[in-house]
């Protein structure tokens, strides 16, 4: 009897297709090194698009193989869970940000505390919190724009409630360019403030470096 007949073959691992669970995993690996100082900014986005591009679990390897850690095992989640800002200390921090005749932006990894003042005029400030640490569940975020804008990005895991009055000027949620995906302890950003003959706009994305893939967009 030939012992090889109906054999069955064991699948290469590295071949083996990976989920968005499995992609969101490696990307808070990334985001957790260049919290760290151990990737810069420019590497973390090229990388990001690199792993959220990966169709199997061999392209996530050259992606992570010079960082601590091992990449994570290919999961078979059907569905993938909606990467939220963890409430844990970050690096850097900052509470404040001006933009007078100038631009002011806080994007990547950063923390932002139980309140934050944005300011701008003739100016503009971003505050991108899809990448941010959360000090507390719930961010007050006063936005003042004098002839200036301010721009708030949230991710889909994140709640928005805005507050704020314009005169002459916007005091809006922009229509989002990803579906909300909002779990029972999902942290809550609240933007109060004033646009006069300004913007203040808040608008839910996509993460970084997913939005090319058009995931969850809103056409």
């Known amino acids: 009897m030939d012992e090889g007949r109906g054999a069955v073959t064991e699948p290469d691992p590295a071949r083996l297709r990976i989920s968005d669970s499995d992609r969101h995993q490696v990307a808070e690996l990334l985001r957790e ?47 993938p869970a909606v990467p939220r800002p963890p409430l844990l200390p970050a690096g850097s921090r900052h509470d404040f940000s001006l ?19 944005a300011f701008a005029m003739m100016g503009g400030v971003t505050l991108d919190l899809r990448e941010a640490r959360f000090a507390a569940p719930e961010v007050v975020v006063t936005a003042v724009a004098v002839m200036g804008g301010i721009d708030v990005h949230v991710n889909a895991g994140t709640r928005i409630a805005v507050e704020g009055l314009g005169v002459m000027g916007s005091f809006d949620e922009a229509r989002p360019k990803v579906a909300a995906e909002i779990a029972a302890d999902a942290p809550l950003v609240r933007v109060r403030g004033l646009a006069l003959m300004g913007a203040v706009t808040v608008q839910r994305r996509a993460m970084p470096g997913e939005s090319r893939r058009g995931r969850r967009a809103l056409r």
């Open 99 to 117: 933009a007078v005749m100038s631009g002011q932006d806080r994007r990547g990894v950063w923390e932002i505390g139980p309140s934050h003042t």
């Open 33 to 79: 090194a260049a919290a760290e100082g151990r990737l810069d900014w420019d590497e973390l986005e090229e990388r990001l698009e690199a792993t959220y591009a990966a169709k199997v679990a061999g392209d996530l390897v050259p992606i992570v193989a010079d960082l601590p850690g091992s990449p994570p095992a290919v999961s078979s989640e059907a569905h």
